[in-house]
């Protein structure tokens, strides 16, 4: 799945057990955990219980490509312990213990064969020690992978094939033994103090010695001096000091060592590749009487050893019965120490995938003298204490775990699955069986039925499967050629088996149309062939043979094209050149064969690195854009009735909601320049998507079910929109043309081509109005006359036919004609099914099922994403934590209960996968709360029903937030970010008859827009909907912590705050929403304490600014480049990367790199979605990049984090956000975000770049002192100076493209710190206005283009916010009205007020008393806080301060024909009277002079205080004006 996207994933694991070949095994130094890691890339982490020998397979961990090689514990951080696998191809894992979360991955040129975890002297963590094809030592940084150094060797370097790590007494040192294949003992001493990154520590000393290919180097723990080296031909003991070999023993007949430990000074365990393992007591002599132990401080030991002096074999560990093991099994003892002494644990693991325990007792001497006095000698005998494997567990499971195909009746022992497809646009899964039948299955009926409870399982032909049967034997294959490319019937469906056969279905009759059997192996893999291939080519299919053979097959005529099949080896891979009608096979020797397509012909062999950059530049060339076969087709139906009246005549829905989608987007932009602001990348993603999976060849599959959380929303709300007219849209909040329009209309030219916009937009929202009803009325006729005319034909017929052959069946003749029938039913409903409509099939209940319900077989689009939305909520939901919303969930919100714990997975880095073995409940048996079951339930139900569903209980109320906090982190957000759009989509719900009813009621009253008797109910029924999905948002938001530890709960996992943060400002805006919520309830719950330790632990990840920010962008030249700052850039800015290309199936592709070169994920940071890695890098500088980048990335989660907890909690002085350090380090970082012009590193629309945006917006108030406000607005100005043209509201849920995603958070950023902080805005925006009418006198001589500025290109923006001031802050715009009324001048037009006054251009502001407007004088006169009147000449564009009163000014009014101005001052009781004079002839400067002042009464300070109830000012004639107070006293004064 794609990597960036908030996936969900889950296991259906079928009857079998996964297959686990173990190739090595570690037990955790808590003895708590035991990892076995297989042969097939798997690995397997198992819980073990000490005390009771219990040991439960926990999760698998999928992503190596090769077998694990080796295991090691990498230490414990944040409360987890890690491990780090590596495979024989390079790859290197470190994985998160307790969710199996990949936290690291790399993939290099060095395969080890061994790791050692090894805590070194005065480092807090440890270090992995590892050795393997190459001639040095590698020490490794466990949670990054760095390699921190190496040790290498001066004299016979080599390949090190083992070696040991001991810490001599009184010493502050590590020595470090290693012995090389070619038996070259060396010996490094290590000190922290002295390891120099890049430079390599050579050895001390090296002596040669006879152990070839040693496979283990152990050094006794209890006396250093002695060494134990094992070969696969012998082990040895030799003394540390001089390496001199002190005993030998030879390899046992038939078998051969794979290593050894000491059990104590003297006895030594020695183990096989048998599965056996010996133990061993060491040569002792006699001294002068007294008895003295195998040391080597003795100098007997060092004499030539006599008869009698070997090693004596007394005990043999082995298990309990005799097995033969195909390959060789893993090993790992270790000493556990207990109160009493010490416990010895043997490990083993093998290809048969049992995991085997022996504990080892202690022998005495006289234990062992007594077994050596018996004859004949028999050998004590160790047998296992614990025997467990995934069979065994799988087996003890009752019932067994469920499987996609268990609904299948009368199959004692079905077949295997061996092959698996998803068809998403059928919704339906075919798998193909080893008996060669193929089933079909709708995909989200059969999870419904296998994992909730609900009515559907009462249903007759719920989840009923269609049979395909063709192939004589194992199906090994399935191609779905139309879901590659649209070039294919949608029909057809490929198979290949092991038949050598490839079968081409009809997938809605269930014929077989046509079989080619050309190749002599059975099939491997089909293949389809890229679009710009020859059109002959382009209707074919490729297939990959047994035979070494690969063939291309034509579906469209039926024939063999090209058979290659002169390859020496078996083909690896298959690449395309069609640009030269070339068809490269590179097969397993490294050759590459080059065939002619067209023509058959083998062109050429290349051999070495020529085949490798042949097939090389054949992936360029695959990488390059191409066109697809009638890309522009739709490109020139430029008017969405075209598409409307085309899907009407041709019965396709999907054009006709194409139409009217295209229709609300056009009333969204401009009419003669519209631009789609929709992020067309999830528009065709599938919800839900179903991948088989299979540890082993020989396995049958499993299935993995891939919830996109984004694809599902954007799914739903698509349908939502597609039912509402523009009209609707803008009643629900969702767009806001009229108001912008509105806007812009004003800040333009008053023209008549201005006037023909407005009537076109209104013209265009009603055509669309129409055309959607006109659609929706269609659509329901045709889905009738297609149900009841065409099916109801169908069925009639199919009646007739077998009443008129029932008397004449005698030969199965009447067989014969219900089959011809069925299939002419199957052709219409296949016609049926491709005009996109979904309607309801024959009845197909057998005798005696007539009782139970029939349903319709098939379903739209629509109905499969509310099955996918049913299903995940109902599997996510917590049930049982809230009894009365249960029953809410279940009867108003359309959810079901599960009937199983479910398998959960979790999607990491790279694509890494852990998923949850379902033989593993998070809650102890011991720890299980009382069975809630009605007691008559109880008692009908069997037993192993009963315990199934206790668990399921306890699992999703409970032990489903006990796992990890990934896990819920992950689901918390699926949840939440689901049900707030089912809760937008005017309270959805998430049963189908009930969702019917509200889309038909949508529809119904955008006909009809009178209110009828059923509007009460249906309003009434929809807010008991929307408190229900407002109820379970704030149970999992807020309320979760508390109701699951009240539940029982011993730890609850809360979500992760960094996860959290990177997704603040996720592409899809439900998600975004969802981790807004979270983080803040998350933060707010961790009190000041939490707080205070989650800035400590990230503050040392905020980079430093000490170099001056750069500037914003320009004020007066939008070309002008702002000056960068190298550190800032070095330390934030450099890992930005472009967003991974998806392909057609949702997943991220891939590209693999040779095994030579050293590769590893990178991640952009300014993405910040997940820990995935996307992108693929070569070289040897590959790790200092990826170091660099993982810090950067820390960097800008940091940012986000402290700029979250400063925006909400800053104010609080116990935050530490007071005016310190911090805010400002937090603020620099967010402005430099802000401010940092486009450049490839830091793209200008990125997700942190609108996260710093945004929280700017939201936390203006702390950062505002360390801010240069007029840069940071002038910067979001310019992101949203289209605001008209490309953002709609931010309720609109749609992913939007990056310019409108950002355009729109700047937008609310504005309004966030406008409402925050006014007097800031106002002034800072009237201070740029009067630099911007300085500029514009000099604009000529500066030869500048004064309309490229931000104040010109963003006047709309600007007037919405002042609008928004207006209405919301009515006390700061009166302090401030003179520095309103010059951004208001500024933004509309002067052409709007020649012919109307301002109440009817900007009606807001003349609620102010103020302010008035002269239209005979073309005069503006307003009011200042300090007594002053500001006078604006809109002929001259000029403003006159005018000095008027001693305080405020409170009313301001013009006389009808414009010759006086009438001014009250409530502050000193006066009102006077103004009259401008100009001079003769209207030249020189007008003036304006008090003719006349009166005294007034005092006004009571109730209405000083009060804006609501001030004085206004009303002429009653040209000479005389009315004093109106609030009480309705009036005052007559006559100029």
């Not at 009845?843 to 509310?866: E, F, M, Y």
């Not at 009621?1001 to 229900?1028: C, L, M, P, T």
């Not at 909400?1208 to 005016?1219: C, I, K, M, N």
């Amino acid at each position: 799945m794609g990597s960036l996207n908030l996936v969900v994933p889950l296991v259906m694991w079928g009857r079998e057990a996964p297959t686990h070949d173990i190739s090595c095994v570690l037990f955790t130094r808590d003895v708590r955990t035991i990892v076995t890691g297989s042969r097939d890339g798997q690995i397997c982490v198992w819980d073990f219980e000490p005390p009771t020998l219990k040991l439960t397979p926990r999760c698998l961990l999928v992503g190596h490509t090769a077998s694990v090689t080796c295991l090691a514990q990498g230490g414990k951080a944040r409360g987890t312990s890690y491990i780090v696998s590596s495979s024989e191809n390079g790859e290197m894992c470190t994985w998160d213990l307790r969710d199996g979360r990949c936290v690291e991955v790399l993939k290099s040129a060095n395969v080890h064969s061994s790791m050692t975890a090894y805590q070194m002297l005065n480092v807090t963590d440890v270090r992995l020690f590892c050795v393997g094809n190459y001639p040095e030592i590698l020490v490794y940084d466990p949670h990054t992978l760095d390699i921190l150094f190496s040790l290498a060797a001066r004299i016979q370097p080599d390949w090190i094939s083992a070696l040991h790590i001991l810490r001599p007494p009184r010493r502050n040192d590590e020595v470090v033994l290693g012995v090389t294949t070619g038996g070259w003992v060396k010996v490094w001493t290590v000190s922290e103090k002295e390891v120099r990154p890049r430079e390599p520590i050579f050895e001390h000393e090296s002596k040669m010695i006879r152990s070839l290919n040693a496979l283990c180097l152990v050094c006794c723990t209890y006396n250093q001096r002695t060494v134990l080296i094992v070969t696969q031909d012998d082990w040895q003991i030799y003394d540390a000091g001089d390496f001199s070999q002190l005993c030998h023993v030879g390899g046992i007949p038939g078998e051969r060592w794979m290593g050894g430990d000491f059990l104590s000074a003297d006895r030594v365990l020695v183990w096989n590749d048998m599965g056996q393992a010996y133990i061993y007591k060491l040569p002792t002599k006699l001294l002068r009487g007294a008895a003295v132990s195998c040391i080597v401080e003795s100098r007997a030991f060092h004499n030539k050893q006599a008869e009698g002096d070997n090693p004596i074999l007394y005990g043999i560990v082995q298990p309990t019965s005799k097995e033969q093991l195909v390959n060789a099994p893993a090993w790992q003892f270790m000493t556990i120490p207990i109160n009493n002494g010490a416990e010895k644990l043997l490990l083993r693991g093998d290809c048969e995938g049992q995991v085997i325990l022996w504990r080892l007792a202690d022998v005495s001497d006289h234990q062992l003298n007594q077994i050596l006095q018996v004859q004949p000698f028999q050998p004590l005998v160790f047998t296992p204490t614990l025997n467990h494997s995934m069979m065994t567990a799988w087996a003890a499971m009752m019932p067994p775990p469920i499987g996609v195909l268990d609904q299948l009746e009368g199959e004692k022992n079905p077949p295997r699955i061996t092959a698996s497809l998803f068809l998403p646009l059928q919704g339906r899964l075919a798998c193909g069986r080893e008996d060669g039948s193929i089933i079909l299955v709708p995909a989200t009926e059969t999870i419904m039925l296998h994992l909730l409870h609900g009515k559907h399982q009462h249903y007759h032909n719920w989840a009923q499967p269609m049979v395909l049967r063709g192939h004589q034997g194992r199906v090994n294959c399935l191609l779905y050629p139309h879901g590659e490319s649209s070039r294919y019937d949608m029909a057809h469906l490929v198979s290949g088996g092991i038949d050598f056969s490839i079968n081409v279905w009809d997938m809605y009759t269930g014929n077989l149309v046509h079989r080619f059997v050309v190749q002599a192996g059975q099939i491997l893999q089909l293949l389809v062939p890229p679009p710009t291939c020859t059109p002959r080519i382009q209707n074919c299919i490729c297939s990959i043979s047994e035979d070494h053979s690969v063939a291309l097959l034509s579906i469209k005529e039926r024939k063999l094209v090209l058979l290659a099949s002169k390859h020496l080896y078996p083909v690896l891979t298959v690449k395309w050149r069609p640009e030269h009608d070339f068809l490269m096979v590179a097969t397993q020797d490294g050759s590459v064969y080059v065939w002619q397509m067209e023509t058959g012909h083998l062109d050429r062999v290349l051999q070495g690195v020529t085949a490798e950059e042949v097939l090389g530049a054949c992936d360029e060339h695959s990488a390059a854009p191409g066109s697809g076969a009638g890309g522009g087709s739709d490109a020139g139906l430029a008017n969405p009735a075209v598409h409307l009246f085309r899907g009407l005549r041709h019965r396709n829905l999907a054009a006709i909601r194409h139409a009217a989608q295209r229709g609300i987007q056009q009333v969204l932009g401009e009419q003669n320049n519209y631009q789609d602001i929709h992020d067309s990348s999830k528009m065709r993603t599938c919800p839900l998507m179903i991948q088989g999976l299979r540890t082993n060849k020989q396995d049958a599959n499993s299935h993995v079910l891939f919830f996109d959380i984004e694809a599902l929303i954007v799914q739903l709300l698509s349908d939502e929109y597609t039912l509402m007219s523009p009209g609707t849209l803008e009643a629900n909040e969702l767009i806001m043309s009229s108001q912008y329009q509105r806007m812009n209309v004003l800040t333009h030219p008053a023209s008549p081509e201005a006037a023909k916009k407005i009537a076109a937009f209104s013209l265009v929202e009603e055509f669309f109005g129409k055309v959607k009803d006109k659609a929706g009325e269609m659509e329901k006729k045709m889905k009738e006359k297609d149900k009841h005319d065409i099916l109801g034909r169908a069925k009639d017929r199919a009646v007739n036919m077998e009443k008129k052959f029932r008397e004449r069946d005698q030969h199965g003749l009447l067989s014969r004609v219900k089959e011809s029938a069925e299939s002419v039913q199957n052709l219409i409903q296949n016609k049926v099914d491709q005009s996109g409509f979904r309607p309801t099939t024959l009845s197909s209940a057998k005798d005696g099922s007539s009782g139970r319900v029939q349903i319709p077989r098939h379903l739209d689009v629509t109905a499969q994403t509310l099955q996918i939305g049913q299903v995940l909520m109902s599997l996510l939901h917590s049930w049982g934590l809230d009894p009365s919303l249960d029953q809410t969930c279940e009867h108003i919100l359309g959810l079901l209960k599960p009937r199983v714990p479910v398998s959960y997975g979790l999607i990491s880095k790279s694509g890494y996968m852990s998923l949850l073995m379902p033989t593993w409940h998070p809650v102890r048996d011991s720890e299980m709360p009382a069975i809630n079951l009605p007691p008559d339930l109880a008692a009908e139900l069997p037993p192993e029903m009963v315990k199934l569903e206790h668990r399921t209980q306890v699992f999703t109320g409970r032990g489903h937030w006990e796992i990890s906090p990934a896990l819920t982190t992950h689901h918390l957000l699926a949840l939440v970010s689901v049900a707030n759009t089912l809760q937008d989509m005017n309270a959805a719900t998430l049963i189908p008859e009930q969702e019917r009813r509200r889309k038909n009621h949508i529809q119904s009253s955008k006909a009809n827009q009178s209110v009828n008797s059923h509007e009460d109910d249906f309003s009434r029924q929809q807010s008991i909907i929307k408190q229900g999905w407002s109820t379970l948002t704030a149970l999992h938001t807020v309320l979760l912590p508390d109701c699951v530890v009240a539940a029982g709960a011993n730890t609850y996992q809360p979500p992760m705050v960094e996860i959290l943060a990177r997704r603040w400002q996720d592409r899809c805006q439900e998600v975004r929403e969802a981790a807004q919520a979270l983080l803040k309830t998350e933060l707010s719950r961790m009190g000041v304490e939490g707080r205070q330790k989650l800035v400590e632990s990230w503050t040392p990840h905020l980079p430093s600014h000490m170099e001056p920010l750069p500037t914003g962008p320009s004020h007066y030249n939008n070309h002008q480049e702002p000056p960068h700052t190298p550190r800032l850039e070095q330390q934030i800015n450099k890992a930005n990367t472009a967003t991974p290309q998806a392909t057609s199936n949702g997943t991220s592709g891939n590209t693999t790199t040779s095994a030579g070169t050293s590769e590893r994920g990178m991640e952009p940071h300014p993405q910040l979605d997940e820990d995935h890695y996307d992108e693929e890098m070569d070289g040897e500088t590959c790790r200092e990049v990826v170091a660099q980048s993982e810090g950067r990335r820390k960097q800008a989660t940091a940012i986000i984090l402290l700029g979250v907890i400063g925006a909400y909690h800053g104010q609080d002085s116990a935050e530490g956000f007071g005016l310190g350090n911090l805010a400002m380090q937090t603020s620099k970082a967010l402005a430099y975000l802000v401010l940092a012009p486009s450049c490839p590193k830091l793209p200008g629309h990125t997700p942190l770049r609108r996260a710093a945006i945004d929280l700017i917006g939201r936390g203006f108030p702390v950062w505002e002192p360390y801010l240069d406000v007029a840069k940071i607005l002038l910067a979001l100005l310019d992101f949203c100076a289209d605001t008209d043209r490309l953002a709609p509201s931010m309720k609109y849920g749609l992913p939007l493209i990056p310019e409108a995603d950002s355009c729109r958070t700047s937008s609310n950023a504005l309004t966030l710190i406008a409402e925050a902080r006014p007097p800031a805005f106002i002034t800072t925006m009237a201070r740029e206005v009067a630099r911007f009418n300085a500029l514009q006198q000099n604009a000529q001589s500066l030869q500048l283009n004064i309309h490229n500025t931000v104040l010109h290109r963003a006047k709309t923006e600007i007037l919405r916010v002042m609008e928004y001031l207006i209405v919301h802050k009515r006390c700061h715009i009166m302090d401030l009205m003179v520095e309103v009324m010059d951004i208001v001048l500024h933004c509309v037009d002067p052409g709007h007020l020649k012919s109307r006054g301002l109440n009817e251009v900007f009606p807001s502001i003349c609620g102010f008393p103020q302010v008035s407007h002269c239209p005979h004088t073309r005069r503006i006169a307003t009011g200042a806080k300090n007594g002053s009147i500001a006078m604006y000449e809109l002929r001259a564009s000029k403003c006159q301060m005018i000095p008027g009163h001693g305080s405020a000014v409170t009313a301001l009014s013009f006389s009808p024909d414009g010759k006086y101005l009438a001014s009250y001052c409530m502050g000193e009781n006066k009102l006077s009277f103004w009259q401008t004079s100009s001079g003769m002839f209207g030249l020189g400067a007008s003036q304006t002079k008090c003719t006349k002042t009166f005294s007034t009464a005092p006004v009571p300070d109730i209405v000083r205080m009060n804006p609501q109830r001030l004085p206004k000012l009303v002429w009653i004639s040209n000479k005389t004006v009315v004093l109106m107070m609030a009480d309705g006293t009036e005052h007559r004064f006559n100029a």
